[in-house]
């Protein structure tokens, strides 16, 4: 599932609309989840349904901002699995540059272990995310 898609750019064979509302508790995230939600007001309740969603048993992989001095971050984020640091700023396929912020992949799993942080430079490796 591609939880925060369009119909030109989902990256799943099953994904959410801005109009279909991934957020809607009629809509769920089941099985593995990518999703890159919008970014401002919009990434801490996509925060929390991934990790509701991961507490029933899907695993979600989430790109967002760094701001680990926000309040989601702490309350939510800090909630994930796994934590990967990304080295560098994102590029976004169309953009003219690279993000103006560092960025994280969240990986929200049920779990019974403590969170693990990892920092990643995707030019020292090619590493795939495997989350299933």
């Known amino acids: 599932l591609d939880a925060a898609a369009s119909n030109e750019n989902h990256l799943a064979p099953r994904w959410f609309t801005k109009e279909q509302n991934a ?40 790109l967002i901002p760094s701001r680990t001095d926000t309040r989601a971050f ?26 103006p ?3 994280a992949v969240l990986i929200f799993a049920k779990t019974d272990r403590a969170c693990r942080l990892k920092f990643w430079d995707p030019f020292e490796k ?7």
């Open 23 to 62: 957020l809607d508790p009629r809509n769920v995230w089941r099985g593995r989840v990518w999703c890159n939600p919008p970014y401002g007001d919009q990434i801490p309740p996509f925060m929390l349904k991934a990790y509701e969603s991961a507490q029933a048993g899907a695993v979600v992989a989430m």
């Open 74 to 99: 702490h309350e939510i984020g800090s909630k994930a699995a796994e934590i990967l640091f990304l080295k560098g700023r994102v590029t976004f396929i169309g953009a003219p540059g690279s993000a």
């Open 101 to 103: 912020f560092p960025s």
């Open 126 to 132: 090619n590493l795939a995310f495997n989350f299933g």
